[in-house]
């Protein structure tokens, strides 16, 4: 049995999607952010140090950080969602997959905590906003012409990448790429992704 530690508003959401592409049975066991502080509560540090999600356990492993969720459950229940092995294709999906959590969400976490803070920066602002700029523009240039990041299919990366994609249709930031936008209808049309947002607006409840 897969249990997620599910903790709402978070990128454990995309692992929710992916569990239900997996066919696998899961259980879900839902946490809530301080309404004040926003924080992760303290019963997750139970499950794993950081206090973070999300985190999944599997045959008595434990395992936390988007990517290494989605790696691991690709490998061990679902080829599909992956090119194969050591294909140029694989290496682009490799590479997408991490881009997800690496170079796309800095600036954009970056940019949400000057916005909570509120206060005037001498610099980080400005660079938030150029590298929001930046992620966005590369990414619409990506996939042009494209349905999916690779392989022409659903991938892992695609999982990754859609919590990305909520974040800036959230704020309205898709409208002005067409390609963006298109892709975002696109991983809304799947079955797993619909399915996964009725399980997360049930454990807000």
Not at 30 to 39: C, P, V
Not at 165 to 193: C, M, P, V, W
Request: glycine share 6%.
């Amino acid at each position: 049995m897969i249990t997620l530690h599910h903790l709402n508003q978070s990128r454990s959401k995309r692992i929710l999607w992916l569990l239900e592409e997996l066919g696998q049975t899961y259980q879900v066991k839902a946490y809530q952010r301080d309404k004040i502080t926003f924080l992760a509560p303290p019963e997750l540090t139970a499950i794993h140090p950081l206090g973070k999600s999300p985190v999944i356990e599997h045959d008595g492993i434990v395992i936390a950080e988007s990517g290494a969720i989605t790696e691991y459950l690709i490998n061990q229940f679902a080829n599909h969602l992956a090119p194969e092995a050591n294909s140029a294709e694989y290496i682009s999906y490799i590479q997408w997959l991490h881009f997800a959590e690496s170079s796309a969400m800095l600036p954009l976490l970056l940019r949400l905590f000057v916005e909570k803070d509120g206060c005037k920066t001498n610099f980080m602002a400005g660079y938030a906003d150029i590298e929001v700029a930046k992620v966005i523009g590369y990414l619409d240039t990506s996939l042009a012409g494209k349905r999916y990041l690779v392989a022409d299919k659903l991938t892992g990366a695609d999982i990754m990448m859609s919590f990305v994609i909520e974040l800036l249709a959230a704020r309205g930031e898709l409208t002005k790429y067409s390609n963006l936008e298109r892709y975002y209808q696109q991983l809304k049309s799947h079955d797993g992704f619909i399915r996964a947002g009725k399980i997360e607006a049930q454990q807000n409840q």
